[in-house]
């Protein structure tokens, strides 16, 4: 009947027999409540660690890539210019051909000038 009258007027006993304000049901609730809570912030705090991680990796693989593809960029303007420059000394080579017939006709008319 006290612990009634206590429980009315708001004062409980816990299970050690000690005078709360509080009831024990939801001070248990209560400390449950809090445990969920550090566990949840705990959690948060493991994902935002593997999200950085993640993070971390998908920048030093964009810089991987990145540096391969300046890589890939310049070795193909390098073999363009070689194209290049197999072209101009395509012509040359052309050129340098052309040049020595008209020699070589020059010679053949000269000599057969001189055998008639």
Do not use: W
């Not at 005078?19 to 705990?42: G, I």
């Not at 493991?46 to 300046?70: P, R, S, Y």
């Amino acid at each position: 009947m006290a612990r009634d009258s206590l429980s009315e007027a708001g004062l409980h006993f816990d299970e050690l027999n000690k005078l709360r304000v509080l009831d024990p049901e939801v001070s248990q609730q209560t400390t449950e409540l809090k445990e969920e809570c550090k566990d949840f912030v705990d959690k948060i705090g493991q994902f935002q660690n593997i999200v950085g991680g993640l993070i971390d990796l998908v920048d030093q693989l964009a810089k991987e890539t990145e540096n391969e593809k300046m890589k890939a960029i310049g070795a193909r303007n390098l073999l363009r210019s070689i194209a290049k420059q197999r072209e101009a000394q395509q012509q040359q080579l052309y050129a340098l051909i052309a040049e020595k017939k008209m020699q070589l006709e020059r010679y053949v008319n000269k000599f057969t000038k001189y055998t008639l």
